[in-house]
């Protein structure tokens, strides 16, 4: 079985300002890994994912993750934030199909740009 | 339709009435998923259909939770003898078989008064 642990449940940060939102998982099995955005009142946006090859995965609006297999991380990060990237985050692991496939997500973490 | 649609987008009941949730995935998306999400909340996995094999219901929190999907079509989320805990969005999600990319519709927000 997996699950996911994001470290930090609200990350207030200044425009302009790099920012990282933190992603543990663990699985016995290999797996995929996403980074979904909620905007106020909308439903999810997948923002990048982590299925195989280059352990960088950039995504969208500016956002980028590394995934780390000996930490058994795969932490989100932007160099320069807007006010418009506030917003909640979710990190979330799945397994192969032929082992269930299962989307399982993080509690979410809240971030919150300020002028 | 273009994305995954969810009826009704708001639902209020009384308690102790019975709710169904529907969820019509992308076409050709095998798997579909409910969850539920709380108020400042996560994203409580419920319930994961994938093409004809059994569904994982692994996540239901209660025997008054059950879902149905019929083949790769809609799926519908019942909840019975509905409790004011049970108010949350239920989020629906589809993808294709084999690439794991989940693609969520807009919600049910149930509130059971």
């Known amino acids: 079985a997996q699950s996911v642990t994001q470290l930090d449940s609200q990350v207030p940060v200044f425009e302009e300002a790099p920012v990282e939102l933190r992603c543990n998982y663990?699985?016995?099995v290999s797996v995929y890994l996403f980074w979904y955005v909620q905007y106020p009142n909308q439903g999810l946006?997948?923002?990048?994912?982590?299925?195989?090859?280059?352990t960088l995965v950039k995504g969208i609006n500016g956002f980028e993750a590394e995934f780390n297999k000996s930490q058994t991380s795969f932490h989100l990060r932007k160099p320069s934030v807007?006010?418009?990237?506030?917003?909640?985050?979710?990190?979330?692991?799945?397994?192969?199909?032929?082992?269930?496939g299962k989307l399982i997500f993080g509690q979410g973490t809240e971030l919150s740009v300020k002028p | 339709g273009a994305g995954?649609?969810?009826?009704?987008?708001?639902?209020?009941?009384e308690k102790g009435k019975d709710v169904e949730l529907r969820c019509d995935p992308i076409s050709g998306h095998t798997a579909l998923y409910w969850y539920r999400q709380?108020?400042?909340?996560g994203l409580e996995f419920l319930i994961y259909f994938q093409g004809n094999s059994a569904p994982d219901k692994s996540g239901l929190p209660s025997d008054r939770f059950s879902a149905e999907r019929t083949g790769e079509?809609?799926?519908?989320?019942?909840?019975?003898?509905?409790?004011?805990?049970?108010s949350a969005v239920y989020l629906c999600a589809s993808s294709l078989y084999g690439i794991p990319?989940?693609?969520?519709?807009?919600?049910?927000?149930?509130?059971?008064?």
């Open chain 1, 82 to 100: 807007h006010i418009s990237d506030t917003a909640e985050y979710f990190c979330a692991v799945s397994g192969p199909y032929n082992q269930g």
């Open chain 1, 45 to 54: 946006q997948l923002l990048l994912k982590y299925l195989s090859g280059s």
């Open chain 1, 26 to 28: 663990s699985s016995s």
């Open chain 2, 73 to 86: 079509s809609v799926s519908t989320l019942t909840i019975q003898r509905t409790q004011q805990e049970d």
């Open chain 2, 4 to 13: 995954v649609s969810q009826s009704p987008s708001n639902k209020v009941t």
């Open chain 2, 101 to 113: 990319e989940a693609f969520f519709g807009q919600g049910t927000r149930l509130t059971v008064v």
């Open chain 2, 38 to 41: 709380r108020l400042g909340q």
